[in-house]
């Protein structure tokens, strides 16, 4: 059964930066579309960026175009979330989904940006 680790949330003040790391167990990680997501409090998850299995097509919530960037190492079986100039909007907690229609979620990495 597939598995999703998310590492790299934390504290930081407004403008800093993170990188957060989601490792998957299993086979099918090269194969399958990778997403980020975030649900902050009070709020719904929702999609923040998607990444295909080879890494050709990628998507942003306009939210945080320009700041963020998605990749993928399929030889390692995780997908990162680079996060630059991050604003107190961006608190929340950070998932990692595997699939179009994400079936399997990571348990989520807090992070918080103060101002």
């Known amino acids: 059964q597939v598995q999703l680790v998310e590492s790299g949330g934390g504290l930081v003040q407004a403008g800093g930066s993170l990188r957060l790391s989601c490792a998957a167990s299993?086979?099918?990680?090269?194969?399958?579309?990778m997403g980020w997501y975030r649900q902050a409090p009070g709020k719904q998850r929702e999609l923040v960026a998607t990444?295909?299995?080879?890494?050709?097509?990628?998507k942003y919530a306009d939210s945080v175009k320009g700041r963020f960037t998605i990749s993928r190492d399929n030889a390692k079986n995780t997908v990162y979330l680079q996060m630059d100039n991050l604003k107190p909007e961006d608190t929340a907690v950070y998932f990692c989904?595997?699939?179009?229609?994400?079936?399997?979620w990571g348990q989520g990495t807090q992070v918080t940006v103060s101002s």
């Open positions: 989904g595997m699939g179009v229609v994400v079936v399997i």
């Open positions: 299993g086979s099918t990680f090269s194969v399958k579309t």
């Open positions: 990444i295909s299995s080879g890494g050709w097509t990628i």
